[in-house]
């Protein structure tokens, strides 16, 4: 690479690139996990005066579902 090209920026990995929350233990779709209600807003997206930050206020969340 020369000194006047440009690179390429690095991706973004951080949670909103990714579409999950913290909360979130996958990416919707993946095998093996299913929506779930919210355990910190228990389904209504908000916390007290602001949107839940665990579900990012949808009031959902993907984890992973039992299996044997």
């Known amino acids: 690479m020369t000194a006047h090209s440009k690179r ?4 973004d990995h951080s949670e909103s690139a990714t ?6 233990q ?3 779709g993946t095998p093996g996990t299913g929506e779930n209600v919210c355990a910190k807003c228990r389904g209504t997206g908000r916390v007290g005066n602001g949107s839940c930050e665990q579900c990012g206020g949808s009031g959902r969340v993907i984890e992973g579902i039992g299996g044997g």
């Not at 390429?8 to 991706?11: C, F, M, R, S, Y």
């Not at 579409?19 to 979130?24: K, Y």
């Open 8 to 11: 390429k920026p690095e991706p």
């Open 19 to 24: 579409g999950l929350n913290p909360g979130d």
């Open 26 to 28: 996958a990416t919707p």
